[in-house]
């Protein structure tokens, strides 16, 4: 029974870790995106000065930030896809009436003694 286990705990691990991976990618892309805004002011400083240090530096902080939160997106949602099967099957409730039948015809098919 455990030997059955084993791999899908195996698997739920190694969901586990890629969803990991993916925040740490979006929240340090999303990071240096915040970032770029506090920069943005210096650019015009920059251009006025003759300079185009903070317009190089803040576009590819941008670029590099994006496409770590896109990364970290497609990491999400590829580690979903391969998460939903290992999901527990969801089972029907039975409703009170369907209940209260079953012990009926359980009761009724136990011997006497046993009631």
């Known amino acids: 029974m455990v030997a059955q286990l084993r791999p899908n ?3 739920v691990e190694r969901a586990v870790a890629g969803e990991e991976l993916a ?3 979006r929240t340090v ?3 240096l995106l915040l970032f770029d805004w506090l920069i943005i002011v210096y650019i015009f400083v920059d251009l006025r000065a003759g300079s ?3 317009l190089r530096w803040t576009s590819i902080q941008a670029v590099a ?3 770590l939160v ?3 997106r497609w990491m999400e949602s590829r580690m979903a896809k391969e998460v939903s099967p290992l999901r527990a099957p969801e089972h029907r409730l039975q409703s009170e009436e369907e209940d209260r039948s079953t012990r009926q015809r359980q009761d009724q098919a136990a011997p006497p003694g046993d009631r």
């Open 9 to 11: 705990v195996r698997d």
């Open 23 to 25: 925040l740490g990618l």
């Open 29 to 31: 892309g999303w990071t």
């Open 52 to 54: 185009t240090l903070w």
């Open 65 to 67: 930030g994006a496409a």
């Open 70 to 72: 896109l990364a970290g």
